[in-house]
């Protein structure tokens, strides 16, 4: 059992793969639930998940990249 116990720097290092992964996972769906907004013709709702999306701070993300440009912000 005390093998299995984790050190305060594994659980560190864990959680913050887990932040990444989770802001990564918002970007995509941020982004996609705009565009189905921007599809229907509800610009306004589009805009704020496409800024949802930036907040994120993904820059790596096509999906982030492709909010900036639809928000002029690139």
Not at 28 to 36: S, V
Request: net charge positive; charged share 30%.
């Amino acid at each position: 059992y005390l093998n299995k116990v984790k050190s305060t720097e594994q659980l560190k290092e864990e959680l913050l793969k887990e932040a990444q992964d989770l802001r990564q996972n918002l970007c995509e769906a941020y982004f996609y639930i705009g565009t189905k907004y921007l599809i229907n013709g509800d610009k306004n709702s589009a805009k704020e998940y496409f800024q949802k999306c930036l907040e994120t701070k993904t820059k790596n993300y096509i999906e982030y990249q492709l909010a900036e440009i639809y928000l002029g912000k690139n």
